[in-house]
């Protein structure tokens, strides 16, 4: 802060769910992803505004009920409030909900921090015929109290110039809040104190010490760790928490709990009052609850609206994605106009514009995807969503939440591994993350149809339902294997607030959506143009390799026949250009590859050229049935292969191989942009775990196949 | 045997609906403790249980006027008053 240049940095700080971004988006004018859900700001946004002529950077803190150092978003926020970068704190509360709102307030106080208090949804709790007397919170609080409705804007001006207001006052620290607790915690707090004072002296003041000493004395595992370097202050804090918990039979949290809610309890008799006795039998939320949550209708409508949520992606998706798809012709021919022939063009046409874009196609689909999701998120109907199927995904070691991810998987695992931020445990979600490259994605469905159809002709509906019940088999039992074996510690709790019902706003919805097609957009931009210029670069190099016949001299000769009909050169063109192509993907370092790493795919039955199209497959999954159209010299014009190529692989395997296979496709490894978001969402390390792990499971499950396939035929 | 149930505490899970009681104390480990207290659940505050999921878990409770989802499993680590 600094008075002179008129800056300040102003943490915004609140419980999860309550309104605490919506005001951020309305003092800063900015957008900051919001939803009527439990937990949505995990990283800490910052937005910096002008407000009469003072600079404020607003700091939009993650939503936490208390200042432990339990979750990500508890440690995020603190963390931030210790560093001493924040200059004034604006505590926002749910009015309709301020007893509970108040504990974290009540940590915050004792701090000593400057703070400012709203009471959001103000409007919410005036319908529950609540009043509020700013005058006496406001002094019994130690700092302004405005009230606000951040959903349509009443109160931010006020809210702004308070800010302003408290700014030039230029209070380093006020005066911090003092609770008076229980009699023998009181004198614990002091002989800690005094410690304290003898071992940091002059660092802290008289209250940052009785404030460290409470904290202390809360067993708050990371200060306490702080003060490693004195063993006899922890041993002391440690002694004196056994004896208060004997002496009371309550743990010493449980006492400072109690504490600090008969100080609110005491605040809120004062100062709030309810005028009407509000019929809480007889409020919305119950009346929906009533139909949403009900015993035997709540699942099946709720596996209605995803129904309808999926149904109307894929089918109202089909046509921008077909617009996009002519778009990136259109550019590609445009490009290749432009730019004389050469390597240049062809990276340019073949990897960079191919690459992007195969995958910007999804974007439709990301979008109508998250609109449901945000408008599910704001209602308040996903957490819902959650409740109801806790119970089912709990059996396999999952959240609640991880079932739309899940499900989603089915369409896309991009989009999918995205929605996984929902999920609050930082463990929980990595498993939903991790496991959600087993759920088979459409983009792997061409190839199945076109195993199945080469081999269980008569039954290859039957071999590829199978393949969808693996599908689910498999992230089912990964997520029993990773929760009980390598991310352990999520998941064990669901204690969860259910946030009434709430009509959406069009912009915070419009914003959700805006928000996950950006991050789509620029993951596209990054890693995946990297890996098309590699996949590109793998399967154009070697150039001029030595093939065994001169293929241009033969097609010059064809061209120039005078002994063949043109119906008969054309068709020796096409296949000397097609023998041609097969050399070079052979010869390529792609093929290469392939060959290389074959050995390690002959306990399956697979030969160089299913190698090729599995690493192909890496790239994007839509390519496996594409590369062995080129692989097999048969025309690819048809998504699920022609006649010829389904021919070709009968010839080239039996059906066992292709079992195997077809498991191996579905299992093996996330594709590129997959990767890409698993990366972003977790970190490279545990991309590259989902890599190594699924390569493994496909594997191994293919091998089952092999075993279990040759021992029964 | 039938001495342990006779002085098994009375918690949250052994609500039937509509059913309600006093907090009296928390089990469980610390992290779990300081949450559910963090969120209002400590020693004297009244505690409802509203409802149970679909496949009777988790379930629903009011406390300090608004509603809160537990896991059976948490549930039984709130000892609560008999009525």
Sequence with gaps: MSIESKTITVGLIGNPNCGKTKIFNRMAKAHADVGNYPRVTVEVEKKQFQHQGWTITLVDLPGVYALTSQSQEERASRDFLYSGQVDLLINVLDAGNLERALFLTTQLLEMGKPTLFVLNMIDEARRKGLSFKLNDLSSMLNGPVVETDANRGEGIPALLDAVVAQAAKMEKDVRPLRITYDSHLEMAVDKIKGLIRDLHPDEMNDAQCRWLAIKLLEGDDELIRQESDHEHLQEMVRRMRYDLSRHHGDSCEMMFANGRFGFIHGLVSEAVSQSIDFDTRRDMTRLLDALFLHRSLGIPLFFGMMWLMFETTFSLGELPAGWIESGVSLISGWVGGMMPDGLLRDLMLEGVITGMGAVIVFLPYILILFFFIAFFSETGYLARSSFLLDRAMHVFGLHGKAFIPLVMGFGCNVPAVMATRTIESPQSRLIAILINPFMSCAQRLPAFILIAGAFFAESSGLAIFLIYMTSIGVAMGASVILSRFVIRGGGESFVMELPPYRLPTMGAVLYHMWDKAYDFVRMVGGVIVVGSVIIWFLQAFPQNVQLSQDYNALIAKVEQSQSLTPKQIRHELTELKRTKKQEEMEKSYLGQTGMAVSPIFAPLGFDWKDTVAIISGFFAKEVVVASYAVLYNEDDSEETGSEGLRQALSKAMSPVTAAALMVFLLLYSPCLSTFAAIKREASWGWAGFSLVFSLAMGWSLAYLVVVVGTLLT | ?83
């Design chain 2, 1 to 83: 045997m039938g001495k342990k149930l006779k002085f098994k505490k009375k918690t949250l899970a052994d609500l039937k609906k509509g059913e309600s009681g006093r907090v009296v104390k928390l089990h469980g480990d610390a992290v779990s403790q300081r949450r559910l207290m963090a969120l209002g659940v400590v020693k004297g505050k009244s505690i409802v249980l509203e409802d149970k999921a679909p496949l009777g878990d988790p379930c629903i409770c009011t406390i300090l006027g608004y509603r809160l989802t537990l896991r059976n499993s948490d549930a039984k680590n709130i000892v609560i008053t008999s009525p």
